[in-house]
């Protein structure tokens, strides 16, 4: 079990959190995009060997939706990586 | 029968204390302290179990948790299954008896499995399960495998019960290492945890006989037990397994029976800031032929049993070892009168600080044990030089063998930490730590006493931030050992076991191998080795050896299996704690539940933990009766239903119609106050989420209604898609479902109802439409009245404050009295809307269903370029893939009810079905039974006939549309 710190109530069990999975690439503008890359935003998640950026909502405290990174190998909550803004 | 085989004195047993149990049937005596395992062998019983392929007889081999051979199966009060027999307390009144036998372990019928073992290689259940059909093989698999069965009653005494701890430091283990790292940092000032799986503190020195500073070792750690406990920072607790390392540190432990039996057992959660892992090591077996024979027991196990228990397992005793531990257990062994016939060593050469224990005694060195013979007891056993040559036979009755030792490094593993092959000791030690994780002791490939005090003193030292003191001198010889994975010289036939538990042989890892499963996870899986509830902690490493002898390549490159929890088995009532049914998850009560159950309704569960009445049964009257009775009382007078479950919310907010416009699929934006809208929510992949009716309130504020199963999930949907995509919008979300219930009252009399209740509403037809909303007084009740409907019937839904309800819900049953108003269920609400053709989450709307199969294209916007869930509607639909559409079906005898869920096929013939029935009721206007059914193709063939297919014939019936009562919706809107 995680320890997740949302930005209002500090540092908190998991068990208080839902997961709102791995945050994908931004949402295409449907009325443009192809039929493939429409598909390949539905459905393919990151799922790296190492940081990922992923959402989690405070459900059982302030409500908040928060994201984190956290890398997969180790479950360590960590900075954002250089590359990603 | 009589404790033949008990010493006269010693060990750590209550000698005043008689204890009687049962095993198998059969009385017995032992003393307090005994384990069911010593107090077993103090009364001579070596055939404890049978074996879980091969039915093979077997004993005692272990002394703790690695336990492999004897499972047992705890009975009355203490009803539990699969118990390694070491790991049982006897207690005044317990019985057990073995599993995987049947009638007992000495008669065992599935012992004929034992004719057959060549049909039952590695990779049978594989192999069968593909090949020609499995059923043939399973009612037997079935009978002669398995474990223990699940207890079929809850514990007659006692609670499990759970506990949150934090600590700076969490330590596993209280043998020397963990002892004295508690020591170091418990006088720091530390906050420590410190948890034994063990039923005293010790840990091994509870089973050697070494000294510390001169004295006993068990006086030192009586000596630091003590100190521990007079430590206010210091929680220490026995019979407690640390089962599991999560996450940042999170610690399970699992304690049993803390509190006498009032507490059955306790689970920890243990949050730590720094772990430190002295959970010592595990004795490996060696591999032989017949090595699983009863008699044959790891040499440690012995040696507990001798000075520990005071319990001899033998009289007459070869050991078997590749390492100097076991010379000590021989002195032990000789000194508690074990004739020990021969120390049969692999090495070629033994180090002399360790022979020099040993002193006149036989030791064969490079020899090693080919086989064992005997079948319900070892007799002797064929020892030959390591090459091979010079085999002789040695009369025996017991064989205690050391293969090495194996750093418990499971939890360390656990936790993520890398292992590497530590070449000193043989086996694998912990290598890079993924979390604050210290090793200590022999957990991380420190052997001796010696070692396992300073790595304890320097680790406590280290958490606390404070230097290492010295430790005390002790007298233990040092370790060495030359690795030996299985004998390789040739004796006599028969199997040698890697995994006694599950049965694995050296010949089933070869196949493996062969069959091209080379991968030490696949031949774990494909052997079923060290998937036991042991887990293979006494023959894992020689499977891995085993892998590497035959591949020809190092262990480290072979590798561990993956550690996982948990270290020992957990029984779900401890994981669960108290968390069981109602109070799991409680209950959710509107105001009129004591209404309810004093006016006889029959509770169901509707969604989300709601509690809400079925149906209100009278006196002689069947189901059918009660619920036909309810649903004609709504289509021919008046009835009332609490509809306070549904979710509502209140969506505040500049933005709030642009955001409903994304959500739904129709467009909400341009409703005028006061009045509502049905709507359809999807998510972003075009599936349907929920429905529900949302209305304008005013300007900035909205009322969303959700299904009452949805509530929490559309909470979470909205408050996503408001923080995470559009944090600039200005909308605030609150849950409303709480703050208002209803009494919804609906059929023709509904309004004479409401007018007989008194209210400053304007009721008439033209001026409070269907689809509007008005507040004002009920009953002289301050309410906020909505017509929607959900029977189809004129509808008035009276939303008042909870603290009215029961006043409202009494004023409306005396009001409507005089129009015949009755209470109905949710069963009459069920066939209210079949009739209908009304939707229903779960039923017509499954997951695959979209609008237009449910002929709802209306509600599709053509007019938004975008909302959630077009692109994929859209997308979907283009691929022209044949859709399940929604029909109504008539059955052709009108009193044949479908079973709700059965599936429709071409012809009523036993192929793939093209759709399945949804709903089927008994329709009160119709006077006969109706359904609803998603059916291939289905708008395009009303009137043709469906065929409903069951196990044992067909039901044919009518397609028709999905709609048998009302078909314009007058009514509702009168
Ligand atoms: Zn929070």
Not at chain 2, 552 to 565: A, E, K, M, Y
Not at chain 2, 676 to 699: H, K, N, Q
Request: aromatic content about 8%.
């Amino acid at each position: 079990m995680l320890r997740i710190t949302c930005p209002y109530c500090g540092s908190r069990n998991e068990s208080e959190f839902l997961f709102g999975g791995p945050v994908g690439t931004e949402r295409p503008d449907p009325n443009t995009t192809s039929d493939a890359d429409w598909i390949e935003y539905l459905t393919v998640k990151p799922n790296p060997l190492g940081p990922v950026q992923e959402r989690w909502w405070h459900a059982r405290g302030c409500g908040e939706w928060l994201t984190i990174w956290r890398d997969t190998r180790t479950h360590d909550i960590v900075e954002a990586p250089n590359d990603t803004e | 029968m009589t404790q033949n085989n008990r010493l006269t004195s010693g060990g750590r047993i209550n000698r005043n204390r008689t204890v009687n149990f049962r095993f198998n049937g059969k009385p017995y005596k032992g003393f307090e302290g005994d384990t069911l395992a010593s107090a077993l062998i103090a009364n001579g019983v070596s055939v404890t179990a049978r074996s879980f392929k091969y039915h093979r007889p077997r004993g005692i081999v272990g002394q703790g948790v690695e336990e492999p051979a004897s499972l047992v199966e705890l009975e009355g009060s203490d009803a539990s299954g699969n118990c390694p027999i070491t790991t049982v307390k006897i207690h005044e009144g317990l019985g057990a008896k073995s599993v995987n036998c049947w009638p007992s372990p000495e008669f065992d019928l599935g012992g004929i499995n034992q004719l057959f073992t060549k049909f039952l290689p590695a990779g049978f259940y594989y192999k069968t399960f593909k090949w020609p059909n499995w059923h043939m093989f399973e009612p037997s698999i079935r009978r002669a495998a398995g474990l223990a069965g699940a207890p079929a009653m809850p514990p007659a005494e006692g609670h499990f019960e759970a506990r949150h701890a934090h600590a700076e430091v969490l330590i596993a283990g209280a043998g020397p290492a963990g002892l004295m790292a508690a020591l170091i940092a418990g006088r720091s000032g530390k906050r420590v945890f410190l948890a034994d799986e063990g039923t005293e503190a010790g840990g091994s020195l509870l089973s050697r006989n070494l000294t510390i500073d001169g004295l006993p070792a068990m006086r030192w750690v009586a000596d630091t037990v003590a100190e521990l406990t007079a430590m206010e920072n210091v929680t220490h607790i026995q019979n407690a397994t640390v089962w599991a390392y999560r996450e940042h540190n999170l610690m399970i432990v699992n304690e049993r029976q803390p509190n006498g039996k009032s507490v059955l057992e306790r689970s920890w959660r243990v949050r730590a800031d720094q772990v430190i892992c002295a959970t010592g090591a595990i004795e490996r077996a060696m591999v032989f032929t017949n090595n699983d024979r009863p008699g044959s027991m790891m040499a440690s196990a012995v040696q507990s049993y001798v000075n520990r228990y005071a319990a001899l397992p033998g009289k007459k005793a070869v050991i078997f070892t590749n390492n100097n531990s076991a010379y000590a257990v021989a002195a032990d062994m000789a000194a508690a009168g074990i004739s020990i016939e021969a120390i049969v060593d692999s090495r070629k050469n033994v180090p002399s600080d360790v022979t020099g224990l040993v002193t006149g005694m036989k030791v064969l060195k490079g020899h090693v044990v080919t086989a064992a013979k005997g079948h319900k007891r070892v007799k002797s056993v064929v020892v030959s030089s390591i090459s091979g040559n010079g085999s002789q036979t040695i009369k025996c009755d017991l064989i205690a063998q050391s293969g090495g030792w194996n750093p418990a490094v499971h939890l360390f593993s656990q936790s993520r930490g890398t292992l590497k092959f530590d070449e000193d000791i043989a086996s694998f030690v912990p290598d890079v730590p993924a979390q604050p994780t210290l090793s200590v002791g022999a957990a991380n490939g420190e052997m001796t006493l010696a070692q396992a005090l300073s790595s304890g003193a320097e680790a406590g030292a280290q958490v606390s931030g404070g230097a290492s003191t010295e430790t005390p001198k002790t007298n233990d010889a040092p370790y060495a050992i030359e690795p030996l994975w299985r004998v390789e010289a040739k004796g006599p036939k028969g199997k040698a076991f890697l995994d006694i538990q599950n049965d694995v042989s050296v010949d089933d890892v070869h196949l493996a191998l062969r069959e091209g499963y080379t991968n030490v996870e696949h031949v774990k899986r494909y052997t079923t080795g060290g998937m036991g509830i042991d887990q293979g902690k006494t023959g894992n490493i020689n499977i891995i050896g085993t892998v590497a002898l035959q591949k020809g390549v190092d262990l480290q490159d072979v590798g561990t299996t993956t550690f996982r929890s948990p270290y020992t088995p957990v029984s779900f009532g401890a994981i669960g704690g108290l968390r069981e049914e109602s109070v799991l998850f409680p209950y959710r009560h509107t105001p009129i539940t004591e209404w309810n159950h004093a006016n006889g309704a029959f509770m169901y569960e509707a969604g989300a933990r709601w509690r809400r009445p079925g149906y209100f049964p009278r006196k002689g009257e069947s189901f059918q009766e009660t619920v036909n009775r309810e649903a004609s009382t709504v289509r021919e007078k008046v009835g009332v239903y609490d509809g306070s479950p549904l979710g509502t919310f209140e969506l505040k907010g500049r933005d709030v119609g642009k955001f409903l416009d994304f959500i739904y699929t129709n467009v909400m934006s341009n409703l005028k106050p006061g009045n509502g809208r049905y709507g359809l929510m999807l998510s972003e992949d075009g599936l349907i989420l929920d429905d529900g009716v949302t209305f304008r309130l005013d300007e900035n504020r909205w009322m969303v209604s959700t299904s009452t199963g949805h509530a929490d999930a559309m909470n979470m949907h909205m408050e996503e898609l408001l923080q995470t995509e559009f944090p600039d919008w200005e909308v605030m979300i609150t849950t409303v479902t709480s703050q208002w219930n209803n009494a919804t009252i609906c059929g023709p009399k509904a309004r004479d109802v409401m007018e007989a209740l008194g209210t400053d509403i304007d009721l008439s037809p033209e001026n409070f439409k269907f689809m509007s909303l008005r507040d004002g007084t009920v009953g002289g009740i301050p309410a906020r009245v909505v017509r929607v409907s959900f029977t189809g019937e004129l509808s008035f839904e009276v939303n008042v404050a909870p603290r009215h309800m029961r006043e409202l819900w009494q004023k409306v049953m005396e009001a409507g009295a005089q129009f015949g108003i009755e209470a109905i269920g949710s069963e009459a609400n069920h066939v209210l809307r079949v009739e209908k053709g009304f939707l229903s989450l779960g039923h017509e709307v499954d997951g695959t269903a979209d609008a237009y199969d449910l002929n709802m294209g209306w509600v599709m916007s053509k007019k938004k370029p975008d909302y959630l869930g077009k692109r994929s509607v859209a997308l979907r639909r283009s691929s022209g893939k044949t859709r399940r559409e929604l029909v109504g079906l008539l059955p052709e005898d009108p009193n044949r009810a479908i079973p709700e869920g059965a599936p429709l096929t071409p012809g009523g013939r036993k192929e793939a079905t093209e759709g399945l029935t949804t709903a089927c009721v008994w329709s009160v206007v119709q006077n006969r039974w109706v359904g609803l059914a998603l059916l291939e193709n289905g708008h395009a063939r009303h009137g043709e006939i469906a065929h409903v297919r069951l196990k044992d014939g067909t039901i044919p019936a009518k397609i028709t549309a999905p709609v048998f009562h009302d078909p314009a919706g007058e009514l509702l809107r009168s």
